[in-house]
């Protein structure tokens, strides 16, 4: 079973929907979860991080953590085609380390 | 905002030959680390590297291989040795700013690597 799982897609949604992405950790003693943005060419860049369970806002950026299904969520508010980018779950099991998933690519047509 | 540089940006080498790609801070980070993402995959940690003292590797990662060293706070090398076609990668450099939000990593622009 890999550490960090996210669907590769591609997300397709229509400019102004609400984008869902979605990851799930096997690690439970993981305390730490980032969502990076990473466009093609580019490097990650980091959007938002979340350490205790519920809901952290940050502009269109909501980010949803549950620790006891072991998943973490990343909602896009009014999607626009700048969003279109692969969109990196990382998870931190300990040690001063992150562990990332393959990423999930947006599409956001206009 | 931070600021995290890497030399050289992308590169063509001859397989045999070894590549020192240099990674600079602006400010003091208490972490640095290298990563490799390989066409089409996600990012995997090669090492921690430690200031003073040997990197830490992560499985499957040697120093034979990678040899890393970091003189100071703001100033890391990471060399892919001997390289092969399998070793032509993107390579990153992550760090770890004190003060900030615990854990929270940012990466350099990356150095592209094509081994022929």
């Known amino acids: 079973q890999k550490e960090v799982e996210q669907n590769s897609g591609p997300l397709s949604v229509p400019e102004g929907a609400i984008a869902s992405l979605n990851c799930t950790y096997s690690d439970r003693v993981s305390q730490s979860f980032f969502w990076y943005r990473q466009y093609s060419g580019k490097s990650p860049e980091l959007i938002m991080s979340?350490?205790?369970?519920g809901d952290k806002e940050d502009g269109r950026f909501t980010a949803q953590l549950n620790k006891a299904s072991q998943y973490v969520s990343l909602l896009i508010r009014d999607s626009q085609p700048s969003d279109s980018a692969t969109y990196l779950c990382a998870v931190n099991p300990g040690f001063q380390k992150l562990v990332f998933g393959t990423g999930t690519r947006l599409l956001v047509s206009p | 905002s931070a600021v995290i540089s890497q030399k050289p940006s992308r590169d063509i080498c001859q397989r045999g030959t070894s590549l020192t790609i240099q990674c600079q801070v602006d400010s003091q980070v208490t972490m640095m680390f290298w990563y490799r993402q390989q066409p089409g995959q996600s990012l995997t940690l090669i090492a921690t590297?430690?200031?003073?003292?040997?990197?830490?590797?992560e499985s499957g990662f040697v120093i034979d291989k990678f040899p890393i060293s970091r003189p100071n706070l703001t100033f890391s090398t990471l060399t892919v040795s001997n390289m092969s076609p399998e070793d032509s990668s993107i390579y990153l450099c992550?760090?770890?700013?004190?003060?900030?939000?615990?854990?929270?990593?940012?990466f350099g622009p990356g150095t592209r690597l094509l081994v022929l």
């Open positions: 992550s760090v770890e700013y004190p003060g900030r939000a615990q854990e929270t990593q940012y």
């Open positions: 590297a430690n200031q003073g003292s040997e990197a830490t590797y």
């Open positions: 979340i350490y205790s369970n």
